[in-house]
T-cell receptor, first 115, second 113 residues
């Protein structure tokens, strides 16, 4: 398996622009997680899905952030409008399920820079 | 609050020496504990986990971790460090009722030749 796939790997955009990050989970995994990593705040969970349904979006920082999972093999995280403080590395992860015993497998991340 | 702490920002060890990266947790009930490693410009890679049973858990790349319930710790260990082990290590906990992982702040391991 190719693992979790994220695109783009790097994104540079100007403040106010819309940004869409994409994720393809490992085939057969039912749960998908979006994280954000910054030096100041470390790794933060933004939202997670189980069977394509959003379960917990309490980590989404503002209404500017939205996430969708239209099918089992694809998810997007959108920021509109983007701001410089959104600059971070965004990781997608997937797991077999949401049970506490399952480990998560992470993608390589998207490094977002908002100028 | 339920959380995980990594008290050391950085650990330095000479190649060939044993290494320990510390992790303590605060959680009620039975914790599920994980270690991940992150190499530069890469995503996190799963190393090992403790769910139940034997307190000594063996994982990838020769790493192991010991669950100590009385000390609420889950330290990562390796008998003989390699330069290639140099990376950022994250401890994480999951607890009943919340499906997502809570990560520690990370410990940078530097193995010197």
């Amino acid at each position: 398996d190719a693992g979790v796939i994220q695109s783009p790997r790097h994104e540079v955009t100007e403040m106010g622009q819309e940004v869409t990050l994409r994720c393809k989970p490992i085939s057969g995994h039912n749960s998908l997680f979006w994280y954000r990593q910054t030096m100041m705040r470390g790794l933060e969970l933004l939202i997670y899905f189980n069977n394509n349904v959003p379960i917990d979006d309490s980590g989404m920082p503002e209404d500017r952030f939205s996430a969708k999972m239209p099918n089992a093999s694809f998810s997007t995280l959108k920021i509109q409008p983007s701001e410089p403080r959104d600059s971070a590395v965004y990781f997608c992860a997937s797991s077999l399920g949401v049970q506490e015993t399952y480990e998560q497998y992470f993608g390589p991340g998207t490094r977002l820079t908002v100028t | 609050a339920q959380s995980v702490a990594q008290p050391e920002d950085q650990v330095n060890v000479a190649e060939g020496n044993p290494l320990t990266v510390k992790c303590t947790y605060s959680v009620s009930g039975n914790p599920y504990l994980f270690w991940y490693v992150q190499y530069p410009n890469r995503g996190l890679q799963f190393l090992l986990k403790y769910i139940t049973g034997d307190n000594l858990v063996k994982g990838s790349y020769g790493f192991e971790a010991e669950f100590n319930k009385s000390q609420t710790s889950f330290h990562l260990k390796k008998p003989s460090a390699l330069v290639s082990d140099s990376a950022l290590y994250f401890c994480a906990v999951r607890y009943t009722g919340r499906r997502a992982l809570t990560f520690g702040s990370g410990t940078r391991l530097q193995v010197q030749p």
